[in-house]
């Protein structure tokens, strides 16, 4: 698990890429440090485990499936990319609850400034703007954001100088694809309201039984 809280800024080195699959390999320090094999460290929001590691950089596996399904099959040598490992028992959760998992790819449509603060409208796909809500967290290249609106089609984040200068959202321009990954509690309660076939439990929670007691 993650946090969303991006570490450093890491710079692809090299790119072997299969028939339907790639090995990436990234120049990293602080993400390093107690990092051993089979560890789990996110790539712009993407969870991949190091399959070997030494000389200030780091190698990963990256299946066919997440090829498919996010924007790292776009990614070419020295590009830069967030970095985040996996949070430890004992550390402080500075974001919200990121699995690591892309839903799907956006489109930033619109970058405009307000005073200090920058606007990034992203264009999105049905299916995930469906889990995206205002005032709600949303990850964007590995980078928990508050949702500041909603439309259709897209969202809206606005960031923080701070944001922009440690993560690789500040280099972003329109037409620019980024990873998305919506909140994970919001997919466990459609699961609750909605379930799928199979027996289901006598105190299943219903929409009426939520009315029922106010919510």
Known sequence: ????????????????????????TVRAEMVLEGTRIGDSIAVNGICLTVTSLG????????MHETLNRSALAGLSVGARVNLERAM???????????????????????????DTAVWYTVEAPPEVLRYVVEKG???IDGISLTVAAVAEGGFSVSIIPHTAAQTVLGERREGDLVNLETDIIGKYVEKLLSPGPGPKAGGAITR???TRYGF
Not at 55 to 62: E, H, L, T
Not at 89 to 101: D, E, K, L, P, W
């Open 137 to 139: 967290s949303i990850t």
């Open 208 to 210: 009426e039984f939520l």
């Open 88 to 114: 430890p028992a004992n550390g402080r959760f500075g974001g919200h609850i990121v699995a690591g998992h892309v839903d799907g790819v956006g489109k930033i449509t619109r970058v405009r400034r307000d």
């Open 55 to 62: 000389g200030g950089r780091f190698s990963a596996d990256v």
């Open 1 to 24: 698990m993650f946090t969303g809280i991006i570490e450093e800024i890491g710079a692809v080195e090299r790119v072997q890429r299969g028939a339907h699959s790639a090995v990436l």
